[in-house]
């Protein structure tokens, strides 16, 4: 059974800074990985997808990458915003998609 | 595009109690998947559709049921409501291996 962590439950950083996500899971015989943000009381929005066959993907400020070997993916946020203040989820798979718990990430302004 | 779509926001119920959670796309997704939301446990699989009349059991099926007889719509059934059912409930879709959309979720109470 596959098993997704992300380590920390929580980060808090002042705006500006540069910060990495983790993700790591249990099966490396994974379909694809995204990354996902959900503010509260919402729904998730997907930031960002990387199939198995990639080792990176990157819209903007983020950088997802991808290693199946060591079973670990890491989110990349350059420059953080207040506006990034949000959970961070990760998830791999295809139809039977395992989620982590997420990271709470606060950016202090 | 509406997106994804469920209804209603906000349930109460009794214990053992029945209702349908709706979920629709309107982006022509074949993939449609249900997910229970439980703090500090993530999301978890409960019921997956890749496609009118296909459906599949994800991780936490027990007590719900589901049908997709149009590629639109993926509706979720409590059977007996019980308290441990207590959760937010999201809808998501896609097409094969791209990127999934949520809805904005159902915030279930069970008494």
């Known amino acids: 059974k596959q098993e997704v962590t992300q380590i920390p439950a929580a980060l808090s950083v002042p705006e500006g800074e540069n910060l990495v996500l983790n993700c790591s899971f249990t099966?490396?015989?994974?379909?694809?990985l995204q990354w996902f943000r959900q503010d509260p009381g919402k729904g998730l929005t997907s930031l960002l997808l990387?199939?198995?066959?990639?080792r990176e993907q990157t819209s903007g400020r983020l950088n997802a990458s991808l290693d199946k070997s060591s079973g670990r993916s890491t989110l990349y946020i350059a420059a953080s915003q207040p506006g990034d203040s949000a959970t961070y989820l990760c998830?791999?798979?295809?139809?039977?998609?395992?989620f982590g718990a997420g990271t709470r990430l606060t950016v202090k302004p | 595009n509406a997106g994804v779509t469920q209804t209603p926001k906000f349930q109460v119920l009794k214990t053992g109690q029945s209702m349908t959670l709706q979920c629709a796309q309107d982006?022509?997704?074949?993939?449609m998947s249900w997910y229970r939301q439980d703090p500090g446990m993530g999301l978890r699989l409960i019921h997956y559709?890749?496609?009118?009349?296909?459906?599949d059991q994800g991780e936490v099926p027990n007590g719900y049921n589901v049908s997709r007889s149009t590629t639109e719509d993926f509706p979720l059934r409590l059977l007996s409501a019980a308290p441990s059912q207590t959760s937010v409930y999201f809808c998501?879709?896609?097409?094969?291996?791209?990127?999934?959309?949520f809805g904005s979720g159902t915030q279930l109470s069970v008494l």
């Open positions: 998501a879709s896609s097409f094969r291996g791209e990127k999934l959309f």
């Open positions: 099966d490396s015989a994974i379909y694809n």
């Open positions: 990387i199939q198995s066959s990639q």
């Open positions: 998830a791999v798979g295809n139809n039977d998609m395992r």
């Open positions: 982006m022509n997704h074949e993939y």
């Open positions: 559709s890749v496609g009118a009349g296909i459906t």
